[in-house]
């Protein structure tokens, strides 16, 4: 089965960028039609879209954080990645990598990495 697992710093400095990599195994990432989303959950809230990147290098973002965020992929190692600039402590979260996929009707996440927490703190 398709695995996902998030890597990168547990701790980043207020104004500095947060930069997470998701690396994927048992699929490829540019295979049709599958778009690879970052979904974080901070403490004592809900689920929040970050944004995707598709299986041909489009990418997505939510409109509260277009400006701050860049979701990139490496197709020869399998992996994507997510750079959040400009971080506050609002940004503290648990960050996930997830699968999209179409379904009839709407879309699901499938697959799901185990999500890292990161904490944004001087």
């Known amino acids: 089965q398709v695995q996902l697992q998030e890597s990168g710093p547990g701790l980043v400095k207020p104004s500095q960028t947060l930069s997470l990599t998701c690396t994927v195994s048992?699929?490829?990432?540019?295979?049709?039609?599958?778009?690879w989303s970052w979904i974080r959950q901070p403490p004592g809230k809900g689920l929040e879209w970050i944004g995707y990147?598709?299986?041909?290098?489009?990418?997505t973002y939510s409109p509260s954080l277009k400006s701050r965020t860049s979701i990139s992929r490496d197709t020869s190692k399998n992996q994507f990645t997510l750079q959040l600039s400009s971080v506050t402590p609002e940004d503290t979260a648990v960050y996930y990598c997830?699968?999209?996929?179409?379904?009839?009707?709407?879309?699901?996440?499938?697959?799901w990495g185990q999500g890292t927490q990161v904490t944004v703190s001087s």
């Open positions: 048992g699929g490829s990432i540019t295979t049709n039609y599958y778009y």
């Open positions: 997830a699968r999209r996929r179409l379904t009839n009707p709407g879309y699901e996440y499938d697959y």
């Open positions: 990147i598709t299986y041909s290098g489009s990418t």
